[in-house]
């Protein structure tokens, strides 16, 4: 047995230093002409290379009565161009041996194409293509309304969809962090094919792109592979971008959200500075330590939150039946979302009454450096785990690149470790005040419980 587990131990530390030196390992960062940036990073471990396109458009950039828009624009993105049908793009990378997909965020829309080396060709030549040749057919539009319609309403029926939608919104007045990513359905009905195309045109340009590259090729030859496919793009206008910074709360919000379903969740949300905020780094460790190391990277999974200070306070003593907190990275100042799945036998009160207790302790009572040294363990060791892959490695190059730059990643790790109890006590009084916060909770109301 304990050769076992010092076994164990040798091949967590081999994985360890391997991911430090990927996180470490030289990259290029050019502009082309157009504007586009480029991040390119050599990777020799496997003959895979992943590409990412990544646009500065995502909800935030988003107006009432468009909402949605950038999420409806990523779909249509997979409905072809003339050079490239639809119907062939699925099968052609899947025959390949690559994947593919997309993603639309708060800050961004991003897709990629992770392929065996000699085939990446393809999915160069793809991006290079729908960032300025996509379709838009209106039999599309009409078709991919439908999808997300029914996707917005799938959602509904989910409690924590009804909950952290209304608590978002209610987090947000003026920002437009405000409404989902998915948008509001008033908006998906009445928002046209000319809507669609006009925001497509107006933020799918090189000069609003970065993207990266990570795998086995050689920088020169890739660089020049770029260039041509990508840099007789034109650019384009500059984007409008709406600057609307969110006012300071004027006290602590409470909201009641019912719906169907068995069970009762709480959400507290606190406001959360933006990545660059040297504040973010001692709030990642006080999540760790209160919650559970988040993950920041959305391919990463997470780890066990049973050590956390709040499952101890609310699962252990069975006030709740689950608890998760989530921080994110982001361009501006966002949210700390702390969730509570009460048990069928307590009341929201009693944990709210009892995360209240552990944030006011960790306000009061320093935590001990052993205690944030486990915490800022957990967090480094997440972040390592949601780094090693090469899909991971172009992911972190052009995420980082939307909100700060690749350094911000290739510190991170060092900025956690500066981190001291000072600075752990010193945050949770700054950011963790009930009179920033909005509570919202879910109940539960069917027909046998209901007073109608």
Not at 72 to 100: C, Y
Not at 196 to 221: C, Q, R, V, W
Request: aromatic letters at 10%.
């Amino acid at each position: 047995m304990h050769f076992q587990y010092m076994a164990k131990l040798f091949a967590r530390k081999i994985q360890q230093n391997n991911i430090r030196k990927l996180m470490t390992q030289k990259f290029t960062k050019t502009t082309l002409a157009n504007g586009l940036t480029l991040l390119l990073k050599e990777i020799h471990t496997a003959p895979m290379i992943s590409s990412w396109v990544w646009y500065r458009v995502g909800s935030r950039n988003e107006s009432t009565g468009k909402t949605g828009i950038s999420h409806w624009v990523e779909h249509m993105q997979f409905k072809g161009t003339p050079k490239f049908p639809a119907n062939i793009l699925d099968k052609a990378i899947s025959r390949e041996g690559g994947v593919w997909n997309a993603f639309t965020h708060l800050d961004f829309t991003t897709y990629y194409e992770t392929m065996p080396a000699e085939k990446i060709d393809f999915a160069l030549e793809l991006e290079a293509d729908r960032m300025q040749n996509s379709l838009f057919d209106p039999e599309e539009v009409a078709s991919e309304r439908t999808v997300i319609i029914s996707e917005r309403e799938g959602s509904e029926n989910s409690p924590m969809f009804k909950l952290s939608e209304v608590t978002q919104a209610t987090s947000f007045r003026v920002h437009p962090y405000h409404h989902k990513v998915i948008g509001d359905m008033a908006d998906l009905e009445s928002m046209t094919r000319d809507d669609l195309y006009e925001h497509y045109k107006s933020f799918y340009a090189p000069n609003n792109a970065i993207m990266t590259i990570a795998g086995d090729f050689e920088t020169e030859k890739m660089l020049k592979r770029v260039k041509e496919l990508f840099g007789g793009i034109p650019a384009a206008p500059a984007p409008r971008q709406l600057s609307r910074p969110e006012p300071e709360s004027s006290g602590e919000t409470h909201l009641t959200v019912e719906g169907t379903g068995d069970t009762t969740f709480v959400q507290a949300s606190y406001p959360f500075p933006s990545a660059t905020d040297p504040d973010f780094f001692p709030l990642s460790v006080l999540d760790s330590l209160l919650s559970g190391a988040s993950s920041l990277n959305m391919f990463g999974g997470g780890i066990s939150n049973k050590t956390s200070r709040l499952y101890k306070a609310l699962v252990e003593t069975e006030l709740t039946v689950g608890m998760s907190g989530g921080a994110q990275a982001t361009l501006d100042p966002y949210l700390y979302n702390i969730v509570m799945v009460i048990h069928p036998e307590r009341e929201p009160d009693e944990a709210l009454a009892a995360l209240d207790t552990e944030i006011l302790r960790i306000q009061e009572e320093k935590v001990s450096e052993k205690e944030v040294a486990r915490a800022v363990k957990k967090a480094k060791t997440l972040f390592a785990y949601g780094s090693e892959s090469i899909t991971n490695q172009a992911f972190w190059m052009g995420y980082t690149e939307i909100f700060a730059n690749y350094e911000w990643f290739e510190t991170y790790i060092d900025n956690l470790a500066a981190v001291s109890p000072d600075d752990v006590q010193r945050v949770a009084k700054k950011y963790f005040q009930k009179k920033s916060r909005v509570v919202g909770t879910y109940l539960p109301v069917n027909e046998e419980n209901s007073n109608d």
